[in-house]
């Protein structure tokens, strides 16, 4: 059974984004009070796995602990602020 990865497709605003087209190693929704943290990497094999889309779903679309309600009153939700790819990781034959 595969595993999956995140990738970043683009900042979902439109703005240059400098992880476009990495995979997300990790992200803590919760750092920088709220605002969140990834790291990203241009190896598959070093990025951060889900056991099926629907995990890495919910990872994305996870709302922060600390500051759960944005200014405008919707929920705070990180890592939405990327636009993604869920993808399964290959395995090396």
Known sequence: MPKYVITAL???NGTHCPHAGMYLR??????????????FTRHA???QTFKD????????HRQSK????R??????KPLTALTVSIEPLEEPA
């Open 26 to 39: 990790s992200f803590d929704h919760d750092a920088i009070g709220g605002i969140g943290h990834g790291v």
């Open 71 to 76: 200014a405008d009153g919707k929920p705070n």
């Open 10 to 12: 683009g900042f979902a």
């Open 53 to 60: 889309q629907r995990e890495a779903l919910a990872f994305w």
């Open 66 to 69: 600390v500051r759960p309600w």
């Open 45 to 47: 094999n070093r990025a």
